[in-house]
């Protein structure tokens, strides 16, 4: 009993110990259950909070995309300085007359004019840039070489301006140049007893550094001295070469902002009655005691009267002559001689039997073109579904075409593949240099802004709705068109240079190309889609697809993500086929574009997609219905608004999806356009007789945009928006049928004497209307009327209707 009474206590302390032990055991396990819980708590929140950086970052990494560039090898290798024959040019695209040169950092030249007897209150009369509503006669190059001269004629009114310019290299700060203004009548021996009032000025850009300061040293009139890191010393000098000069002024001030010199101007013109003149009001006071940035020199000079502008270069070492008087006439006589030789050299216009009226203006035409050649420098307004607000590309420089001095003075990508058919027929490296400065617009994503506004002065040309420019949104690659022409035409003249330029530009093609493939492919293998349309709109008749070129031209009237469009289609085959030449011509492995170009050219496939048993025709696919119009709406009694709503667009008949297979126009004929029929193909055979029709496309003018008979035929896709593609005629399209009758006439096929017989006709019947036009108006035109052939749109259109000169000459 004592051993179990003292056993008992023993077992009860045993029973406490294992207790306690056990109530440890579970008080850690416990304790380590929270700490595993609490471990993995901390880890779901750092993966969490990874994964919240992650994306942040991925975010933000795609944010950036937009407007980070493709990579750091730049396309450009040598400009300014280093290509001295292109240093200085006519590169102010938008303005009469003014010289820069390829510098961010230059000095801007230019020159205003009016007549003081025709000078209007708030100064209008005053001619600066380029502009429809001034409502000249007649304006533009005559003969421009694009790197060492230009001449160029003005009608204003009774008066004849012309103005050119010489270049003369030397030095190591880009050499001299002078140019020239001569005001006289345009009928001879007549004397309206005028005067004419010459501003000539000169502006640092808003990027320059440097100094410039009036100065008349050498000369009489006041001219300009100053430096900047580029041009180093120079100095700039005014001559009256020939009559009278009665008054001269000057002024020297800041500008506020290089889109308002003429206004800068007109607010200082002062009338002073002691000597009954309108003069400039000297040198005012500069804002914040800065140095002046703009000086301008006005000659008030009788009818007729030539001035002479002297560039010199503090550089250039010892002159025998100035470049002024008679020795700039004897340098300009030269060039033209030169000018007129390679002219017939190139195009042999004279050799074809065309008449010295004819070749005058197939001269102006190109000289139109090269001498529209512009340089800018600044940053495009970029968007990204993954930007709130539109952000700012890199700054850069562009060298580049224009479609219009007047109307589009910038670049686009889409007219530029058009505007490089010419250029390269005249200076091959002009046009590869061009091609450089726009594939360095290129961004990592492979993406090249389709409209390029770029510095102050083309900023102001553009309404403030088109600026900003959208990643999503393409242009017709036909870069892809240029090089096609190049790789044919010059295959011979590729020297180790240029195949060097090829080389680098292979890769961002490629990159383009890749982007195109992402970006505007539809939900069905082998489809595209134009990205861009609006589907919410009840203001447009039909949506615009701008990204396409051909705005309102009739699409699905119903814009959805099921769309096809058969021109983007044959513009990526088009694109792949050259793709795969070039990576041949560079011994690259091009064998996955050779199989997308025959995937996409393969005719049974297309015609699955995009051709209409019905209307035997090419078409787009979508969710479309014909009827629809534009109606005001209607009074709401509650509201009483007015009557002056705008009108919106009405669907009277639900659409469906089919194929948009009652337009007939330009982009029906896209699978021949770009050669993707094959040449024995029926499909070829209906296209021919349907372009020979007068009922839908053909004209004694050109090939007109949209048939007759289709619905939107000429109508208004707003109440504000007259036609635009739909029924004139336009230039690029009809050079690409010229270019295409060219080529199923000139290959084995059941066709080919059909094919020569309408390229004749229609080539004949483009050129006749185009020379007819510009000796009628004084202009080319950006369209013609298919009823009158009377241009329309925009003047002077110095881009793709120049192609007529290689109608002319019969080089596609």
Known sequence: MARHRRGQPENKQDKSTNSSSSNGSNSSKQSKQKNNLLSYWKMIMGCTCLMVAVCVGYLGYLE??????????????TTGLDVPERFW???????????????????????MWYFPNRLQPGGHGVRHW???????????????????????????????????????????????????????????????NEEVSLLWYTALDENSKGFIKASNSGSRITGVRGETPTLGEFSIKLFNHSGSVNYESFLSTNYLSLALLKETVISSLRFVADINQIVLAGELSQHNDKNPDFIVTQVTAKVPFTLDVVFESGSFGTRQN????????????????????????????KEKGYSPKDVSFAQAALSNMIGGIGYFYGSSKVQSSYTKEPVPYWKAPLYTAVPSRSFFPRGFVWDEGFHGYLISTWDLDVELDIICHWFDLMNVEGWIPREQILGTEAIAKVPKEFITQKNTNANPPTFFLTLQFILSKFENQLTDQRLEVLERLYPRLQAWFSWFNQTQKGNVPGSYRWQGRDSKTDRELNPKTLTSGLDDYPRASHPTEQEMHVDLRCWIAMAASTLARLADVLGRDGYR????????????????????????QYADYGYHTDSV????????????????????????????????????????????????????????????????DPNLLWTEFGLRSLARNSPLYMKRNTEHDPPYWRGQIWINLNYLAVRALYHYKSVDGPFKVQAGEMYEKLRSNVIRNVINQYFKSGYLWEQYNDRTGEGSGCRPFTGWSALVVLMMSEQY
């Open 64 to 77: 950036t995309r937009v407007n980070t560039p493709y990579d750091d090898k730049k396309m450009v290798s």
């Open 89 to 111: 040019g006519s590169y102010r695209s938008g303005v009469y007359f003014g010289l820069k040169s390829r510098d961010p950092q230059s000095i801007l030249t230019g020159l």
């Open 130 to 192: 380029c502009e429809q509503g001034d409502g000249l006669d007649k304006y533009g190059w005559t003969q421009h070489d694009g790197t060492t001269f230009g001449v160029q004629e003005i009608h204003d009114g009774p008066f004849l301006i012309s103005t050119s310019f010489v270049k003369r290299l030397g030095g190591s700060h880009g050499g001299d140049w002078s140019g020239r203004i001569s005001v006289n009548y345009k009928k001879p021996n007549i004397n309206l």
């Open 322 to 349: 100035t470049l002024v008087g008679d020795t700039y006439t004897e340098a300009l006589n030269w060039h033209l001689s030169r000018f007129h030789q390679r002219f017939e050299d190139t195009y042999k216009l």
């Open 593 to 616: 574009y050779e199989q997308t170009a025959e995937y996409l050219m393969n005719n049974d496939l297309l015609n699955e997609l995009h051709w209409s048993s019905y209307a035997g």
């Open 629 to 692: 119009e534009l109606r005001r709406p209607k009074i709401s009694p509650r509201t009483q608004q007015s009557q002056s709503m705008e009108m919106i667009r009405v669907t009277t008949k639900k659409p469906e999806l089919r194929l948009v297979d009652s337009s007939f126009g330009y982009v029906s004929l896209f699978p021949f356009l770009l050669h993707i029929l094959e040449p024995d193909s029926p499909k070829l055979k209906k296209i021919l007789d349907d372009l020979n």
